[in-house]
């Protein structure tokens, strides 16, 4: 497509519940990204795919965060038994090989809200 | 990666320039600047990216001096299109990992 496509674009769910959050990149780019914005806050790295394989999954903040890729395109990020902290925009971000900075180009996100 | 200390927020009205500035003394030989902008509700989209000395594109300026330990993104003509949080960067170009601080609150008013 032309754009990074997240989705859903918002997501309540209940403490305890598993959710997924999909994107999809830029069709070509190889590098993609996930990123987590809470309220008021920075953008905080999560997880850096090359290809299928993940590099630097630094950023997953606990064992409940996991995320794959298939195909070198559509990345899932998980979250299993969703807490109240988990409550944030969850910003994905592709680029044509990962090696220039400029070349970022992000999703609108994903609002997800754990009540 | 070398850290950024830009302001917290600013105020600006319709046509002035907005001037913001970051700083970053530890900032490595290799290192570029890159600044990002975010409206709410979106993701951020990259504004402009530069080395050293003056880099000019049809959004923004941005300005290094040339000890490098700022860097100043400079917006002429604000409107109101351009409240949104204003990011300074910097990182080796090819580093795959972007870490963004919290960014500039850039308010225009009428």
């Known amino acids: 497509g032309a754009g990074v496509s997240q989705s859903p674009s918002n997501k309540v769910t209940e403490k305890g519940k598993d959710v997924e959050l999909r994107c999809d990149p830029i069709?070509?780019?190889?590098?993609l990204y996930w990123y987590r914005q809470s309220l008021g806050q920075g953008l905080e790295f999560l997880i850096y795919?090359?290809?299928?394989?993940?590099?630097?999954k630094s950023g997953l903040p606990s064992d409940r965060f996991s995320a794959e890729r298939t195909g070198g395109s559509v990345s899932t990020l998980t979250i299993q038994r969703t807490q109240q902290e988990d409550s944030a925009v969850y910003l994905c971000?592709?680029?044509?090989?990962?090696?220039?900075?400029?070349?970022?180009?992000f999703g609108s996100g994903t609002r997800l809200t754990v009540v | 990666l070398a850290k950024t200390t830009q302001p917290i927020s600013m105020d600006s009205y319709e046509g002035q320039e907005v001037n913001i500035t970051c700083s970053h003394n530890n900032i490595a030989t290799n290192d570029y600047i890159t600044w990002y902008q975010q409206f709410p509700s979106q993701g951020p989209r990259f504004i402009i990216q530069?080395?050293?000395t003056k880099v000019t594109n049809e959004v923004a300026s941005l300005f290094i001096p040339a000890d490098r330990k700022s860097s100043t993104l400079s917006l002429p003509r604000v409107s109101l299109s351009d409240t949104a949080v204003y990011y300074c960067l910097v990182a080796l170009r090819g580093y795959s990992t972007l870490t963004f601080g919290k960014g500039t609150m850039l308010l225009v008013s009428p």
């Open positions: 795919f090359q290809g299928n394989s993940a590099p630097d």
């Open positions: 971000a592709s680029s044509v090989t990962g090696g220039e900075i400029y070349g970022y180009t």
């Open positions: 069709s070509g780019h190889t590098a």
């Open positions: 530069g080395y050293k």
